[in-house]
């Protein structure tokens, strides 16, 4: 049986999905994380900051916030309920890297936490440094030509 | 009115990401590679400015955001820094999101125990 075939055949095997449910989910929980750093950028907006120089400080607060609720376990029951609500915030991100830290803290500070922290998140910062670098290429070679 | 528009949008940036991942199969690595290149790739051609105007965090927050934080950190280093901008203007405007994880992933490992 190749690759291909077996793949279909779980497919039989494996309960339906429930895509429309999990879409809502997602749709509700992760429009609500948005909302939350959407009320940390006005308050820093409010606080004397300007939309340039308050995004870092709103991405760090979210990781802040992310890294809380992963640590106390609460951000893996709301993987499991949001999916992609969960997983595409930056919350998700921080969830990626704290959780992989703490989980792998038995094999050592440099062998488990420094060598597993970017298990999750490597991939996602290696690619979008990747096409970074691409297109920043492009960009680059096209200064003057495109603003 | 921002914030109607940053729940709608950053709620159906993540359905479809769901989406995606129930109808293709797709691990959600995959997703979140392909979340991140993708807003790279719109953020370059200009595309992905006007969203994050008008959605603010539901546009910046979801990881397309983060692809799109890092190719328009590079490209307003252009100018300043000049071909160096390629290898360092991406990490200038997403280091603060990056460092704050690693910093509070080690911390938490130090006073967090690992769960069976």
């Known amino acids: 049986m190749d690759k291909a075939e077996y793949q279909k055949r779980a497919r039989q095997v494996e309960p339906p999905r429930p895509v429309a449910r999990n879409a809502l989910f997602a749709f509700l929980v992760g429009g609500a994380i948005c909302l939350i750093g959407q009320g940390v950028q006005t308050a820093l907006l409010a606080l004397g900051y300007s939309t340039e120089t308050a995004k870092a400080p709103t991405a760090v607060f979210m990781v802040f916030l992310g890294a809380v609720f992963t640590a106390t376990g609460l951000y893996d029951q709301l993987t499991k309920f949001a999916g992609m609500g969960a997983s595409l915030p930056i919350t998700g991100f921080a969830n990626a890297v704290v959780a992989p830290a703490i989980e792998f803290k038995n094999e050592g500070a440099v062998m488990g936490t420094g060598a597993r922290i970017f298990q999750v998140a490597g991939p996602v910062i290696a690619f979008g440094l990747l096409s970074a670098f691409v297109v920043g290429v492009v960009r680059f070679a096209l200064q003057g030509v495109w603003p | ?116």
């Open chain 2, 1 to 116: 009115m921002t914030f109607l528009l940053a729940f709608l949008i950053g709620g159906a940036l993540c359905l479809i990401a769901q989406l995606v991942m129930d109808l293709t199969r797709l691990t959600p690595a995959h997703i979140l590679v392909g979340a991140v290149v993708l807003g790279v790739i719109l953020g370059g051609v200009g595309v992905y400015e006007p969203l994050a105007k008008v959605a603010g965090a539901g546009a910046t927050i979801p990881l397309p955001g983060f692809g799109y934080s890092m190719i328009t950190g590079l490209i307003q280093e252009i100018p300043k820094e000049g071909w160096v901008a390629i290898f360092s203007g991406a990490f200038k405007a997403t280091g603060a999101g990056i460092k704050a994880a690693l910093i509070f992933g080690i911390l938490a490992s130090f006073f967090v125990r690992a769960r069976a």
